[in-house]
């Protein structure tokens, strides 16, 4: 396969604040409503949405505050500055590990997905396959390219949400939000835990800053681009409850697609929807899916570096397939995201302080304000 060679292969503050909020969107938003609507009374869930949110948006700054203080330099470069390289292998590892599970349960999820809503007749393995293959071509070029169809891709996503969300006002009914502040303090804990677990793709920053060229401000770009998942899982989470209620909600498998087929607009132009809404969707869950694929295999090339990029994307393809078809039915899939997201999100954590720490002890932080 010719590769196209890019122009320019570093990647500019913008990029990264684009691709933080790519790596989240994705197949988690479409049954948040449901998840907090499960612990949470009425539209109290926007709350925790709010709490999870700020949480997320402090270790965005952490992380990439740390990926800053050592520019150009790679996670497993400046792991090792700070700890020992043994330590930084062993981190690497575990973080390859975390997003080829995370791979696969995207691919996994919109098999599903695209079966239930769009392709009964075709069997689950195909779907998952055809959409695999697309992924591993484009991860097969430079990181930049993945970046850069961030940057085509998610305005789109935004715009088919926010026509989803407008749309649905017909429907709306505030009565469906009160009363307010009615949850138990062990609903908040739970909901503010689920949603935080929505926010983990911020990892992404301690990988990609390494690609930017001057990363005086990406700081500051990274937790804008936490802000943007957000308001839109707080708008989303608003028009669910307010247009089905609490109790539908609550009962709905994805409340999200729901939305997108209740979509009504004037003149039957559109009568159904959902079709350009799952398409729209794939895109983002694509952004996710390739973007966890390609930091997998850039920390296996950073340890083993006399392996070509294409031959470990060749070996790790089958093993994330062949995950992602483990789970044997919804219950096992549901139960694969909850380990792997509590264990990725809670890692990552872990891992910025452990870095941070070390850091400001050794004295290796270079400030660069």
Not at 50 to 64: Q, V
Not at 95 to 106: M, V
Not at 149 to 156: A, G, Q, S, T, V
Not at 311 to 317: C, G, L, Q, T, W
């Amino acid at each position: 396969m010719e590769e196209f060679e890019y122009a320019d292969e570093k990647a500019s503050d913008r990029e990264i604040m684009i691709a933080v909020p790519s790596m989240i969107i994705s197949v988690g938003v479409l049954s948040l409503p449901k998840d907090l609507a499960d612990v949470t009374k009425f539209a109290d869930g926007w709350f925790v949405i709010l709490i999870g949110g700020l949480i997320a948006i402090l270790f965005t700054w952490l992380a990439a505050r740390l990926a800053v203080n050592f520019p150009h330099q790679s996670f497993m470069n400046y792991a090792t500055l700070i700890t020992t390289k043994p330590i930084a292998i062993v981190l690497s590892l575990f973080f390859s590990l975390c997003f080829l599970c995370i791979s696969a349960y995207q691919i996994r999820k919109i098999a599903d997905i695209s079966k239930q809503y769009l392709f009964n007749q075709t069997p689950m393995e195909i779907i998952a396959l055809a959409f695999f293959l697309v992924v591993i071509y484009a991860v097969s070029g430079p990181t930049i390219g993945l970046l850069r169809l961030n940057m085509m891709f998610l305005p789109i996503i935004i715009f088919i949400s926010l026509i989803i969300i407008i749309f649905n006002l017909g429907w709306f009914s505030l009565d469906n939000l009160l009363p307010v502040f009615k949850t138990e303090m062990t609903g908040y804990a739970k909901g503010t835990f689920t949603s935080t677990l929505s926010y983990g793709g911020f990892s992404i920053v301690l990988f990609y800053i390494s690609l930017v060229k001057k990363p005086k401000k990406t700081a500051q770009k990274a937790v804008i681009g936490m802000i943007i998942p957000i308001i839109l899982y707080s708008l989303i989470f608003i028009s669910a409850l307010g247009v089905f209620g609490h109790s539908v909600t609550q009962n709905l498998l994805y409340p999200t697609v729901e939305l997108a087929k209740t979509v009504d607009i004037p003149g039957g132009l559109l009568e159904r929807f959902e079709s350009i809404f799952f398409v729209i969707w794939i895109m983002a869950i694509f952004n996710t899916t390739a973007m966890a694929f390609d930091i997998a295999i850039i920390n296996m090339n950073a340890i083993f570096k006399k392996v070509r990029k294409m031959k470990m994307i060749f070996i790790f393809a089958p093993i994330i397939y062949f995950i992602s078809m483990l789970p044997s039915d919804l219950i096992d899939t549901n139960m694969f995201a909850m380990y792997i997201s509590r264990v990725s999100y809670l890692y990552t954590l872990f891992v910025i302080l452990l870095l941070l720490i070390i850091a400001k002890m050794r004295g290796v932080w270079k400030s660069n304000d």
